[in-house]
DNA sequence: GGTCGGCACGTTATAAGATATCATGGCGTC
DNA sequence: GACGCCATGATATCTTATAACGTGCCGACC
């Protein structure tokens, strides 16, 4: 994962070269998804945004929100209605993500083989495809391990019936 | 595509092999969902099954949809809200869809390529996959042929500045 | 310098999607 | 006939997203 300031800087060099602007709500929003690391809901950046120096209207947030995307600083999770910061915002991509339902956090693949694979598919039938989604819902690997943990300490205080 | 009548009769099996009610309710939400052929929102199902009977309410229609979806009788789109009946209900199973930005169709593949590319590069995370969401939003082949001849005859009625 | 147009943003209201909560009623068990 | 389970009814509310219209800045152009 980048740090936050990093991607703060880079997403202004890129607005720059593409000759767009990076406004001050821009950047604030951004700065809010990239802190947080994390999938974050409109509202929610609404909420962080209040600690500043003036209340925004959710139209506000939604303006932001879609300059961000187009500019591909930023991807929307569909399954969680919710944003994070792109990793790898110089060249605009639809990505995969890796979803833990138990922590809530977000990992972004960029696995050629799920592209190729899909590509190869939607050739066949003739499709022309504009915008990927992909989103694995399950349980990451240090969430994963810290259950095993868990069981396994269980299992030796009370060597009980095993389901 | 498969008849929503044989749909509806493969669910009834489905349901009474597996001790589930197929209940009025949920049929008819199975029934709609069917005979569109194509995605629909739970509101526009509400407004669908106002036209019979009684009239529900939001909880009656995500109720059924719910059952629905446990039994693998239909998927959500998670990009567009909506629910669509699956071809293949005998075994539940995540699905990978094709959606026409043009005409709304939608597509459901089965792609063993793209399942495996998927479990590949999760298990090499570490990563325990539950769910998966796939929508490869982009133009049909039917709305691209449409939309080339349409292109063709343009050029040939005015074979002016060409883009 | 004035005016015009585009763009970002503010403001209000509302649409669209989803859920929480409690009540009712059928139906099989005991 | 009392009890518990399940599906549904009914009401309210919450979350997510957009429509519509107004204001102010700023650079282009005359
Ligand atoms: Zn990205
Ligand atoms: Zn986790
Ligand atoms: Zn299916
Ligand atoms: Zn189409």
């Known amino acids: 994962m ?11 060099v890129l607005c720059r070269e ?7 709500q821009r950047r604030r929003v951004l700065e809010i998804l990239c802190a947080a690391g994390r999938p974050v ?25 879609e300059f961000l995307l187009e500019q591909g ?18 060249h605009p991509h639809s990505s995969e993500f890796l979803i833990c339902l138990e922590c809530g956090g977000v990992a972004e693949l960029k696995d050629d083989a799920v592209e190729r694979s899909l590509a190869s598919v939607t050739r066949e ?17 240090r969430c994963a391990r810290k259950e095993a943990c868990r069981r396994k300490e269980e299992a030796e205080r009370s060597p009980g019936p095993v389901d």
Do not use: N
């Not at 980048?2 to 202004?12: D, G, L």
């Open 18 to 24: 593409r000759g767009v602007r990076l406004t001050d």
């Open 125 to 141: 039938s003739g499709f022309l495809p504009r915008r990927r989604v992909v989103e694995v819902m399950g349980i990451c690997a």
């Open 73 to 90: 600083l930023i991807h929307k999770i569909e399954s969680l209605h919710a944003f994070v910061g792109c990793d790898h915002p110089e």
């Open 41 to 65: 809901g409109a509202y929610e950046i609404m909420d962080a945004m209040r600690e500043g120096p003036r209340v925004v209207a959710p139209p506000t947030v939604y303006r932001a929100l």
């Open 2 to 12: 980048t740090a936050p300031r990093t991607q703060i800087a880079r997403a202004e």
